[in-house]
């Protein structure tokens, strides 16, 4: 009776064992057939000033929209993650040098990637938000543009992204954005120009690069990734909603919140929040403040 029962044990064991197998090789094939997938969209182009003026915003903008955090400040790229369970993911080296994009990398292959999340060949790019940089205006997309388009080369060759188990499953279950080509409205038409004064509805545009981590509802929710810290709601109903204005402003400048806690930047990237004028964080907080 007892070597009975072991035996099915065994096999139960077993079945669900190899059933896990299988449901992750679906999984995993998913992904690989998403990630290879070709799009086409039409080619659009953008006027790309180049006074130093348009270059020297558009330098404010890689700060602050994280591109200099992910593709490295001299914007050659960088391995991101290299790990077991997520894999490795490797943002592009963005110059002209050895590694970095191809010499005829032109306006409209800029805009194919900033707007629709695909390479040049309709690929999607893994792990670029273009579902936040889709929402740039154009006169915004336009300078970051001008900006990248006269860094120095610099030669960096890097390996190829290799996807991990986590983030296959994250993927598939919808908890991560790999694939921002899926996210994106495509038809959407971009904004000309976003009005650059203080108050609700600039907080609302610079509010796009805080939603992939705070929510789309900026009420947090979940850690980003197994191992990093829940996600605190930005709105009038968490601690924003009692910090005052100088408080905001200090904890995203320092990483210190008004209890005290400092924030780890590879948590929360502060640093980068630090980098916003005056303006653009007032806005952020009355903006965050108006959600109920
Ligand atoms: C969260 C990290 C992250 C941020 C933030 C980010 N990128 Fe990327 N970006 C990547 C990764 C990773 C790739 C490589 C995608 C691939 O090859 O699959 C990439 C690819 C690109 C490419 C594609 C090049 C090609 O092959 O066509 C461009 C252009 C680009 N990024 C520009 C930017 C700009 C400009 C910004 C800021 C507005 C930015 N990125 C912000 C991670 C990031
Ligand atoms: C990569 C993910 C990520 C991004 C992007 C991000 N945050 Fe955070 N943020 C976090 C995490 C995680 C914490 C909690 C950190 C901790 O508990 O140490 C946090 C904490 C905060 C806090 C402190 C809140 C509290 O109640 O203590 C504020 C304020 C904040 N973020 C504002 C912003 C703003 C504004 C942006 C966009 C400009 C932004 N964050 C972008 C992940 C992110």
New binding site residues.
């Given amino acids: 009776m007892l070597r009975k029962i072991a035996k099915w044990t065994g096999i139960v064991l077993g079945s669900l064992l190899l059933l896990g197998f299988a449901g992750y090789w679906l999984i995993a094939r998913n992904i690989t057939q998403r990630t290879e997938r070709t799009y086409e969209f039409a080619a659009e182009n953008l006027t790309i000033p180049t006074d130093s003026v348009t270059v020297n915003r558009g330098e404010h903008l890689a700060v602050?929209k994280?591109c200099t955090d992910c593709h490295g400040t001299n914007l050659a790229g960088k391995i991101m993650i290299d790990d077991e369970g997520l894999g490795r993911l490797v943002a592009a080296n963005l110059t002209k040098g050895k590694g970095g994009l191809p010499a005829d990398y032109v306006t409209t292959d800029w805009v194919r990637a900033l707007r629709h999340g695909v390479d040049r060949a309709g690929h999607p790019l893994l792990f670029m938000p273009s579902h936040e940089t889709t929402m740039l205006s154009e006169q915004d997309m336009a300078a970051i543009i001008a900006y990248c388009q006269q860094i120095p080369a610099v030669d960096n060759e890097l390996p190829a992204h290799k996807l991990g188990p986590v983030v296959n499953l994250m993927t598939y279950l919808d908890k991560m954005t790999l694939l921002s080509v899926e996210k994106i409205d495509h038809d959407r038409k971009m904004v000309a120009k976003v009005d650059s004064t203080e108050g609700i509805a600039l907080g609302k545009y610079?509010?796009v690069?805080?939603s992939?981590?705070?929510k789309p509802d900026f009420k947090g929710g979940d850690?980003?990734a197994p191992g990093?810290?829940?996600?605190?709601?930005?709105t009038s109903t968490?601690?924003?909603g009692k910090w005052t204005q100088a408080q905001?402003i200090a904890?995203?400048r320092t990483g210190k919140?008004p209890s005290g806690?400092q924030?780890?930047n590879e948590?929360?990237?502060?640093k980068?929040?630090a980098q916003?004028e005056q303006k653009e964080l007032a806005s952020?907080y009355q903006y965050?403040r108006s959600i109920k």
Avoid: E, Q
């Fill in positions: 602050i994280g610079l509010a690069s805080c992939g981590c705070h850690p980003v990093f810290p829940p996600v605190p709601n930005l968490g601690n924003v905001f904890t995203l919140t806690h924030i780890d948590n929360m990237p502060w980068m929040t916003y952020l965050f």
